[in-house]
């Protein structure tokens, strides 16, 4: 990792991310997403943290959106520490968004960067395991608001910040049971099944234009804090980590690789983090 000539030597300070980027599809030069403004949502913890340490460490500036500030913050230190970046902290409960928080969010941002050139959307509420006959109507209200309702006030409100933007890229971040529902997954399923018809209206709405590429991306089992939750008994050992999806978040915003070409994607797909886990072990 100290050796300098290494593809991944610009990664060195963040271990749990250089292990895999050595077996990147794509040479990703180091500064691939520099001038990039990123907003990740749930960037405290999980999956969220990982993508802002990521795309940070790529130089992009990355807005910290989440629910717990002391988590946020530890986030910012590391990013404003190991990396060259400046993030930004927003606090910020999805439960309680509404339309004026939001339009102060977009506010901020447009005020502060001009453009906004990604949303990813991590954050999220898993609710109980209960069956339908037995759920709680409170719970499902709670995990709409914050998997769906949230989602669309914050692609709403900075719509206007993403169409300044020359290529800007929401992710839409589903699940297995977005896709297929199963038994006692309850408004988790339903919500991810919102989400992913979200991510395919906005993403036919905007593909003539051609500005914003939006996408819903389905993890699968990773090694977070959700997924102890939803599997108790799971060996988190198992399971990959959330660094080990970084490729496919980080190719999603369209960094420039090392020989300074641009990888795109068509607009709309539905991807799968353990689709393309298996691509990248093939090359
Ligand atoms: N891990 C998996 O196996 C798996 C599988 C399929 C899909 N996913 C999806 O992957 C995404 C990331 O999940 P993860 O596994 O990384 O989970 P995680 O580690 O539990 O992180 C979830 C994040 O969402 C934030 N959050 C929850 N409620 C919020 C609210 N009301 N307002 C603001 N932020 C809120 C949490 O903030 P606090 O920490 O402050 O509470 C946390 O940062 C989610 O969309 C999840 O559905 C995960």
């Not at 988590?71 to 404003?80: F, H, P």
């Not at 006692?184 to 018809?197: P, Q, R």
């Not at 997924?227 to 960094?255: C, G, I, N, S, W």
């Not at 991807?271 to 298996?278: Q, V």
Request: net charge negative.
């Amino acid at each position: 990792m100290n050796d300098s000539s290494a593809p991944t030597a610009h990664l060195s300070h963040y271990p749990e991310l250089a292990e895999h980027a050595q077996s990147w599809s794509h040479p990703i030069a180091a500064d691939a997403l520099a001038g990039k403004v990123i907003l990740v949502t749930g960037a405290g913890a999980g999956l969220g943290a990982a993508t802002a340490k990521t795309y940070a460490s790529l130089g992009a500036t990355v807005v910290l959106l989440g629910r717990t500030r002391s988590k946020l913050e530890a986030v910012n230190d590391w990013i404003s520490e190991h990396t060259q970046t400046r993030p930004v902290i927003v606090p910020c409960d999805l439960e309680k968004l509404d339309v004026e928080t939001a339009a102060n969010l977009a506010d901020s941002v447009t005020e502060a960067f001009g453009a906004l050139d990604g949303i990813v959307h991590h954050a999220s509420r898993l609710g109980p395991r209960a069956p339908l006959a037995h759920y709680p109507n409170d719970e499902w209200q709670r995990v709409m608001q914050t998997n769906v309702n949230a989602v669309f006030l914050l692609n709403h409100a900075l719509f206007g910040a993403m169409d300044a933007s020359k290529r800007a890229c929401v992710v839409h971040t589903s699940s297995t049971v977005g896709r297929q529902g199963r038994a006692y997954w309850g408004a988790y399923a339903a919500s991810k099944f919102a989400l992913e018809g979200l991510s395919q209206v906005f993403a036919d709405e905007t593909e003539v234009a051609g500005r914003i590429k939006v996408f819903s991306v389905n993890p699968g089992g990773t090694r977070t804090a959700m997924r102890k939750a939803a599997y108790p008994l799971e060996d988190p050992q198992t399971l990959p980590t959330p660094e080990a999806h970084m490729e496919l978040f980080v190719l999603l915003q369209q960094p420039m690789n090392s020989d300074g070409e641009a990888v795109e994607f068509v607009t709309g797909q539905q991807l799968d983090c353990r689709d393309w886990l298996g691509k990248v072990q093939i090359v």
